[in-house]
């Protein structure tokens, strides 16, 4: 079955530093691409998505790339702040299911 | 706009009691309704979806049910608490003609003693 696969943490920053977490997937349609962050104590909020190949999502800072060839779609962010501390969720959606990464720890130190 | 309730927002029960646990939406009307479960340091897992009133899909096989009583009304029970059914609850909501983007409620953390 589909299945995402992403870089386990947990990632400690510093302030203004570059951050990238890493997720594969596994599909046999075009799925979706989604990153969703869960802040402390939270429920999980959409960060960006992508739908198609080549698309870019992008918000608050965050890219990430729809990649077939290589069946990616790595988080970034050029230069994170202590707002930024979370898990981070990579996800796809082949159908009306979301398939989950185990998550990323990130924290972001002042 | 749409919002996603979810409630109680903490529950602390003993094993072997009922559980109910209640997500609602309010603006929107026929969503794809879900229960994900996420355990202590782990990912979420799928637990129920439904497409629509006393349409229910289960994921996992456990002493879990769901229930969809109301349109935009999803309800998560148990007859019997294990302690293996804590965590954090999360309810989320898509679109029925794209069953796309899924938008997430509060969530629900559940410690069973």
């Known amino acids: 079955g589909d299945s995402v696969t992403q870089m386990e943490g947990p990632v400690t920053l510093s302030e203004e530093a570059f951050l990238t977490i890493n997720c594969t997937y596994t599909a046999t349609g075009y799925p979706s691409l989604f990153w969703y962050v869960q802040y402390p104590g939270e429920g999980l909020q959409l960060l960006l998505k992508?739908?198609?190949?080549?698309d870019k999502g992008s918000n608050k800072g965050f890219e990430a790339t729809y990649r077939k060839e290589t069946t990616s779609f790595h988080l970034e962010k050029g230069s994170v702040q202590v707002s930024d501390s979370a898990v981070y969720f990579c996800?796809?959606?082949?159908?009306?299911?979301?398939?989950f990464g185990a998550g990323t720890t990130v924290t972001v130190r002042a | 706009s749409q919002t996603i309730h979810q409630w109680p927002a903490t529950l602390v029960q003993p094993v072997g009691s009922p559980l109910s646990l209640e997500c609602t939406v309010e603006g929107t009307s026929n969503p794809n309704l879900y229960w994900y479960r996420q355990a202590a340091g782990r990912g979420l897992q799928l637990l129920f979806y439904?497409?629509?009133?006393?349409?229910i899909s289960s994921e996992v096989p456990q002493n879990l049910s769901a229930s969809r009583p109301q349109d935009r009304q999803f309800i998560l029970s148990s007859k019997k608490l294990l302690l293996s059914d804590s965590g954090f609850y999360l309810c989320?909501?898509?679109?029925?003609?794209?069953?796309?983007?899924?938008?997430f409620g509060p969530g629900t953390r559940l410690t069973v003693l």
């Open positions: 996800a796809l959606n082949d159908d009306y299911k979301l398939s």
């Open positions: 992508a739908t198609k190949a080549d």
């Open positions: 439904s497409v629509g009133i006393g349409q």
């Open positions: 989320a909501w898509s679109i029925t003609d794209r069953g796309d983007t899924q938008y």
